[in-house]
């Protein structure tokens, strides 16, 4: 099967595309037919109506993409369809649980509230099959099994011991399925005024606290909070004099005091691969870079936990997927357990996390499930999560958002930056992708082959280096980033990379590095039922309010850039300052 996806990506016939696609499905269908539905769907006449560009659009990344052929356009792709579990839960259940697969729910590690949870019966399976070759079925999200298998991952010259176990982080998006049902549109939809609200809320409801600060730690904590508070206004000439930040002099203040007092006790703790390994390229590859720059760190970390403001607790949240999540299972409770049990065991073996309840411990994890690892005890450390839903039980104020980055080459993960002037942009808006989750078929329907300067497709055909994508990436004024299974997106960082201005369409996901970053300044927040409006939003802002946008996402590139050795502002500092930041404000309870 490997080989039949490779040379299916590479083909240039539409004929041998079309019977090998055709063998790919059997050859699929006959490996699910343990799934109830398999056996049903190899029996459906019109199957081979399944085209080459729904099998490739499942494997949903630019990357591999080898033909964007239109022509038996369906929202909906055989692999997603075979692969989804044809019993949703209801879209009654309660944020915090939405997530989880029946098999989580009913698992007693979870710290579920049980009540809030219903569990429909499985609907039926004609039904299901008749979705499935409609056009316009919305509901699967469900990850493509295994695309692992046709992603060349000899592209990496900096490979950790984890890759060289054989682990790959390559593709776009390549997390094996859980079978998990639909996700829906949220039921809330939070605007990004009220996140500013929730943010001010969060740091002000300190203050109605009181502190008990004793240890000497705490007293720097107390000190450098209010230093910050009364932190000086920045001098006009500063470099960072501009609306990107939601406070330069604050941000400037907290960050200068970070450099100067902060310290870091990294648990030693925890077996190899999950805890001490990291992936370095991929699209979770930020968790990986900023576990590698911290464990190599000599300035914040110390070996003495009585001088530590922050307690990090190493784990890759990719690394434990890989590890631990058992293929087809369709459950991930054994990789909540195994988090649980290593704060038991933290807690249990030094007295650090009993004393704040976690909350001066901190995660940095990047996977879609890792809000789900880190539930229970460990939502009350910090967690710099890429997955930052609000939804899905991420607090603003407390929890970070961390970039998503898509590392192409480890090696040389700054390769590419920069585009073109904004007079050689010709393009008004920019998206392609894979039709993950229940919003990119509607961007899609609405927007695809519409307008001349809507460039809205699915995964274009692949290049070497992705070389296409970010063509039109530097050609573009406005770049979509539109949510996926989950909330974030490659896309903003790499929008933000190639200097185009980025349109943020995903309710309820906040922005990286919240804290600091005003994203009005530099990005377009449109909300998802604004999808029919799109063209006209884009439209409606002037040249010149275009034009400042374009400048500020210049400037604000450089906190979104890896070096091979950190350098000042940029992500590794950005990731801790704001972990350090949301620590000084935190509330005590
Ligand atoms: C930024 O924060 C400082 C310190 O708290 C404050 O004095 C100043 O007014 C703030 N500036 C803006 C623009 O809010
Ligand atoms: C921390 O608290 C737990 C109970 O929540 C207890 O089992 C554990 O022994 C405590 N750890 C230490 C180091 O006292």
């Not at 059997?26 to 049903?40: D, N």
């Not at 730690?217 to 909070?225: C, G, L, M, P, S």
């Not at 230093?227 to 006009?236: G, L, M, W």
């Not at 001088?307 to 369709?330: D, E």
């Amino acid at each position: 099967m490997d080989r039949a996806f490779r040379i299916l990506c590479q083909s240039e016939t539409r004929r041998l595309l079309t019977l090998l696609g055709l063998t790919a499905v059997l050859v699929l269908v006959v490996q699910y037919a343990e799934l109830p539905y398999g056996k049903m769907l190899f029996l459906i006449p019109s199957i081979h109506k399944i085209s080459n560009s729904q099998i490739e659009t499942s494997l949903g990344y630019s990357e591999i993409e080898g033909n964007n052929n239109r022509s038996n356009a369906s929202s909906l792709n055989a692999f997603e369809a075979m692969a989804s579990s044809p019993a949703p839960l209801s879209s009654a259940l309660a944020p915090e649980t939405k997530n989880f697969t029946a098999n989580d729910v009913i698992s007693p590690v979870n710290n579920i509230d049980f009540t809030s949870l219903k569990i429909e019966p499985p609907s039926f399976a004609p039904q299901f099959v008749i979705s499935m070759t409609s056009t316009t079925a919305l509901g699967s999200e469900t990850e493509p099994r295994n695309p692992v298998i046709s992603v060349p991952s000899n592209a990496t010259s900096v490979k950790s011991d984890a890759t060289k176990r054989g682990y790959s982080s390559k593709s776009r998006k390549d997390n094996p399925t859980t079978g998990k049902t639909s996700k829906k549109r949220p039921s809330k939809v939070v605007s990004i005024s009220e996140m500013n609200l929730m943010l001010e809320q969060s740091h002000a409801s300190f203050r109605t606290v009181n502190p008990r600060e004793t240890s000497g730690v705490d007293q720097q904590i107390e000190q450098a909070r209010l230093e910050i508070e009364n932190a000086p206004i920045i001098e006009k000439d500063s470099r960072f004099n501009s609306p990107i930040y939601r406070n330069a002099s604050i941000f400037k203040r907290s960050y200068e005091l970070m450099e100067k007092m902060l310290k870091v006790y990294i648990y030693q703790d925890g077996d190899k691969p999950i805890f001490h390994e990291y992936l370095l390229d991929g699209i979770y590859a930020s968790e990986g870079w900023f576990m590698k720059q911290m464990e190599a760190n000599k300035q914040f970390v110390t070996q003495d936990p009585g001088k530590a403001h922050l307690f990090y607790i190493p784990f890759s949240s990719r690394l434990l997927q890989l590890t631990l999540y058992v293929k087809n299972s369709h459950r991930r409770s054994n990789l909540i357990e195994y988090m649980r049990n290593y704060v038991d065991k933290i807690a249990a073996k030094h007295p650090f996390w009993n004393r704040t309840n976690g909350a001066d411990h901190f995660v940095v994890a990047c996977h879609d499930w890792a809000p789900a690892e880190t539930r229970g005890r460990m939502l009350n450390c910090i967690r710099a999560l890429c997955n930052a839903d609000i939804e899905v039980g991420f607090k603003i104020g407390k929890d970070v958002s961390l970039p998503e980055t898509y590392v192409i080459s480890a090696q040389n993960p700054v390769k590419n930056i920069g585009g073109n002037p904004p007079s050689q942009r010709p393009i008004l808006a920019f998206f392609a992708g894979g039709l993950h989750g229940y919003l990119r078929p509607i961007l899609l329907n609405y927007w695809e082959n519409k307008e001349a300067d809507m460039q809205i497709s699915r995964p274009l055909p692949h290049v070497r280096g992705n070389v296409n994508y970010l063509q039109l990436m530097k050609s573009s004024k406005y770049c979509i980033c539109a949510r996926g299974h989950e909330v974030n997106s490659p896309r903003v960082v790499e929008a933000i990379l190639n200097e185009c201005v980025p349109v943020i369409l995903s309710d309820n996901f906040v922005p990286p590095f919240f804290e600091v970053l005003n994203w009005e300044a530099f990005a377009v927040i449109v909300t998802e039922k604004d999808i029919p409006n799109l063209r006209n939003i884009l439209l409606s802002i002037s040249e010149e309010s275009y034009l400042e946008m374009y400048k500020r996402v210049k400037q604000v590139q450089e906190h979104f850039l890896w070096h091979g050795e950190p350098v000042k502002y940029d992500l590794f500092h950005m990731i801790l300052h704001s972990i350090w930041y949301n620590r000084l404000f935190q509330t005590r309870h």
